[in-house]
């Protein structure tokens, strides 16, 4: 028999070795993996359906975290107790943004792994004095939340969730259009045989923001003179099911959400559809990671899910504040009886991060848009690794150094996750941003991280199933490392 010279002999690559190809990866799946594809991306679909604010993202990550033996910083903090490796803690800010962390053997002075999502997604928040009455019918008066299309978000059933505080610090939580039995509540348009001016405006001028505005009910009160009566109707419903007057709206935090459960999509089940992707399938993934590691880690491994990034990361629970900076320095003070503010910074320096947001994916219907020559993501393609966000001349973008995007290719091959590159688009076309450069401000390590997605900010959005678990699969093998 004769032989061929292999590569090492040769020293010298096969031609196929020096590209690099980005290749759908359900093909060269083995059999269990593809199983175990499913069955999370089933976890997911449940999840994604259930948790639909970022209150409520806070409260089935605790109650997750609970469940996997975390324990609360704040009893931590108030017994004094002392962290060591394997210990699980995690730190809630304000019921919106949500840290937990699992100590590592290596002393916490030499850094952490982090992996930081966000849970708020692009919605309809109700203004607080949100209900009035026209031509016999009480709507909600609305303010957006976030980047969306106005137009995507007319006759579709949407449900309200959200919390009532009333004087006195009771709270209502508020969950309405999600059970087959609920009612539903809907932003009306015009008839097409009336809508003769409205298509001649340019498409994001056909619904303006002051028309975004939902049907809330329509039976008037017979037993009154008050003007407002239909008004008045919904008010005693109200007050009789939730103890509330009008007043009490200007203490809540409502917010108009798509109703309905996610979706598997497509024949083959290969897909999701659902709302809120954008970025709780990485706020997902990225607390599934660590509570699923099988041992404790090298380094301490710490997961955000954080509030605001749709609107900046600004207020008390973005990443813009110092809530990661505060939860790191109990952490540290924990973990070292020496605490100092210099070690603090030394961890913070040593730190690196991957900002677990999502991606725009080539989407063949506007491929015009798409950056070209293989610079823009694929579904079926794996994780995408984004160096920089930002628009234009990568304006606001954190743009990651060529020795991490190294050692992360290191960690992701080794692991063996399928993953890619990706770009939001054309240069030029538009752009984003992500909390990466907040992070990075620090001096640690970042960049962007996550799952590609079609429709992106629309009420409805798209994942592909095995994106997701590679997802999984690489924060994970991030945490360990």
């Given at each position: 028999?004769?032989?061929?010279?292999?590569?090492?002999?040769?020293?010298?690559?096969?031609?196929?070795?020096?590209?690099?190809?980005?290749?759908?990866?359900?093909?060269?799946?083995?059999?269990?993996?593809?199983?175990?594809?499913?069955?999370?991306?089933?976890?997911?679909?449940?999840?994604?359906?259930?948790?639909?604010?970022?209150?409520?993202?806070?409260?089935?990550?605790?109650?997750?975290?609970?469940?996997?033996?975390?324990?609360?910083?704040?009893?931590?903090?108030?017994?004094?107790?002392?962290?060591?490796?394997?210990?699980?803690?995690?730190?809630?800010?304000?019921?919106?943004?949500?840290?937990?962390?699992?100590?590592?053997?290596?002393?916490?002075?030499?850094?952490?792994?982090?992996?930081?999502?966000?849970?708020?997604?692009?919605?309809?928040?109700?203004?607080?004095?949100?209900?009035?009455?026209?031509?016999?019918?009480?709507?909600?008066?609305?303010?957006?939340?976030?980047?969306?299309k106005k137009y995507q978000w007319v006759t579709i059933p949407l449900a309200l969730h959200g919390?009532?505080?009333?004087?006195?610090?009771?709270?209502?939580?508020?969950?309405?259009?999600?059970?087959?039995?609920?009612?539903?509540?809907?932003?009306?348009?015009?008839?097409?045989?009336?809508?003769?001016?409205?298509?001649?405006?340019?498409?994001?001028?056909?619904?303006?923001?002051?028309?975004?505005?939902?049907?809330?009910?329509?039976?008037?009160?017979?037993?009154?003179?008050?003007?407002?009566?239909?008004?008045?109707?919904?008010?005693?419903?109200?007050?009789?099911?939730?103890?509330?007057?009008?007043?009490?709206?200007?203490?809540?935090?409502?917010?108009?959400?798509?109703?309905?459960?996610?979706?598997?999509?497509?024949?083959?089940?290969?897909?999701?559809?659902?709302?809120?992707?954008?970025?709780?399938?990485?706020?997902?993934?990225?607390?599934?990671?660590?509570?699923?590691?099988?041992?404790?880690?090298?380094?301490?491994?710490?997961?955000?899910?954080?509030?605001?990034?749709?609107?900046?990361?600004?207020?008390?629970?973005?990443?813009?504040?110092?809530?990661?900076?505060?939860?790191?320095?109990?952490?540290?003070?924990?973990?070292?009886?020496?605490?100092?503010?210099?070690?603090?910074?030394?961890?913070?320096?040593?730190?690196?991060?991957?900002?677990?947001?999502?991606?725009?994916?080539?989407?063949?219907?506007?491929?015009?848009?798409?950056?070209?020559?293989?610079?823009?993501?694929?579904?079926?393609?794996?994780?995408?690794?984004?160096?920089?966000?930002?628009?234009?001349?990568?304006?606001?973008?954190?743009?990651?150094?060529?020795?991490?995007?190294?050692?992360?290719?290191?960690?992701?091959?080794?692991?063996?996750?399928?993953?890619?590159?990706?770009?939001?688009?054309?240069?030029?076309?538009?752009?984003?941003?992500?909390?990466?450069?907040?992070?990075?401000?620090?001096?640690?390590?970042?960049?962007?991280?996550?799952?590609?997605?079609?429709?992106?900010?629309?009420?409805?959005?798209?994942?592909?199933?095995?994106?997701?678990?590679?997802?999984?699969?690489?924060?994970?093998?991030?945490?360990?490392?």
């Amino acid at each position: 028999m004769g032989t061929t010279m292999n590569e090492s002999e040769s020293g010298a690559k096969s031609s196929a070795s020096l590209f690099f190809k980005t290749e759908n990866a359900w093909p060269t799946l083995p059999d269990a993996e593809r199983d175990s594809v499913f069955a999370f991306c089933e976890d997911y679909r449940r999840f994604l359906s259930k948790v639909k604010t970022e209150r409520e993202a806070h409260s089935e990550g605790v109650a997750l975290a609970e469940a996997h033996g975390f324990l609360s910083l704040d009893d931590a903090i108030a017994t004094g107790t002392r962290l060591k490796p394997g210990d699980k803690v995690y730190a809630g800010v304000a019921d919106k943004t949500l840290l937990l962390a699992v100590i590592g053997h290596e002393d916490i002075e030499q850094g952490m792994r982090i992996v930081g999502g966000h849970t708020d997604s692009p919605r309809l928040d109700l203004k607080p004095r949100p209900l009035y009455e026209d031509s016999g019918l009480v709507l909600i008066d609305t303010h957006y939340y976030g980047g969306i299309k106005k137009y995507q978000w007319v006759t579709i059933p949407l449900a309200l969730h959200g919390v009532i505080t009333r004087k006195g610090g009771e709270r209502i939580n508020v969950c309405i259009g999600e059970s087959p039995e609920d009612p539903v509540f809907v932003i009306t348009d015009l008839l097409p045989h009336l809508g003769k001016n409205q298509g001649e405006k340019k498409l994001n001028e056909g619904i303006t923001g002051e028309e975004l505005n939902a049907l809330f009910g329509s039976i008037p009160a017979a037993d009154t003179d008050e003007k407002e009566k239909v008004k008045l109707n919904i008010l005693r419903l109200l007050h009789e099911r939730y103890g509330i007057d009008e007043c009490d709206f200007t203490s809540a935090e409502l917010e108009l959400v798509p109703a309905g459960a996610a979706r598997d999509l497509g024949f083959d089940r290969s897909m999701l559809l659902g709302y809120g992707h954008d970025d709780r399938v990485s706020a997902y993934t990225g607390i599934r990671a660590l509570l699923d590691l099988p041992d404790i880690p090298k380094t301490t491994a710490m997961c955000i899910l954080t509030d605001k990034e749709e609107i900046g990361s600004v207020g008390a629970t973005g990443m813009y504040s110092f809530l990661f900076e505060n939860v790191a320095a109990e952490i540290v003070n924990l973990c070292r009886s020496d605490y100092s503010d210099l070690i603090l910074r030394r961890c913070l320096k040593h730190s690196k991060m991957l900002s677990a947001d999502v991606n725009a994916l080539h989407d063949p219907d506007f491929a015009d848009v798409s950056s070209p020559h293989n610079n823009m993501a694929q579904m079926n393609c794996g994780l995408v690794v984004t160096k920089y966000v930002g628009s234009k001349g990568k304006s606001g973008s954190n743009d990651a150094r060529s020795e991490y995007i190294a050692e992360l290719r290191e960690i992701f091959d080794t692991a063996g996750v399928s993953w890619q590159t990706g770009e939001i688009g054309k240069v030029d076309q538009g752009g984003g941003g992500t909390i990466a450069f907040m992070l990075a401000r620090y001096g640690m390590d970042v960049v962007d991280c996550g799952v590609g997605v079609l429709s992106m900010h629309a009420p409805w959005e798209v994942v592909g199933k095995l994106d997701v678990y590679m997802a999984y699969k690489g924060y994970q093998a991030f945490y360990r490392a």
